[in-house]
């Protein structure tokens, strides 16, 4: 499993930003997949994730709601995030997370595949 984060910056409060996650190496659209973060000295918390059916929405934070929307394409084999109305306290790492068993893909001790992880800060 390859998953490579992409669209991360820097950007004014107010702003917005569409990540996205490009996945290879395995059969995209049998897994769930979620976007995480992890800000400078916090531990890292689940943001959106979303099911192998593409347009099947889990998870969303509720510090995003509203926010941020998670979206996948099951024929490109690519998750994106769209965040509008970025915040100061939305600056972190946000990673791309794959994982085959549906009911863990929104615990992030449980995450078994992670990208590298692209850095979103708002000022």
């Known amino acids: 499993v390859q998953l490579v984060e992409s669209g991360g910056g820097s950007v004014q409060v107010g702003g917005s930003l569409t990540l996205s996650c490009e996945a290879s190496?395995?059969?995209?659209?049998?897994?769930?997949m979620g976007w995480f973060r992890q800000a400078s000295g916090k531990e890292r918390e689940e943001v959106a994730a979303?099911?192998?059916?593409?347009?099947?929405?889990?998870v969303i934070a509720d510090s995003v709601k509203g926010r941020f929307t998670v979206s996948r394409d099951n024929r490109k084999n690519t998750l994106s995030l769209q965040m509008n109305n970025l915040k100061p306290e939305d600056s972190a790492l946000y990673y791309c997370a794959a994982q085959f068993l549906e009911a863990s893909c929104a615990v992030v001790h449980a995450i078994d595949n992670w990208g590298q992880g692209t850095q979103v800060t708002v000022s």
């Open positions: 979303i099911t192998a059916s593409e347009g099947a929405l889990g």
């Open positions: 190496g395995y059969t995209f659209n049998t897994y769930c």
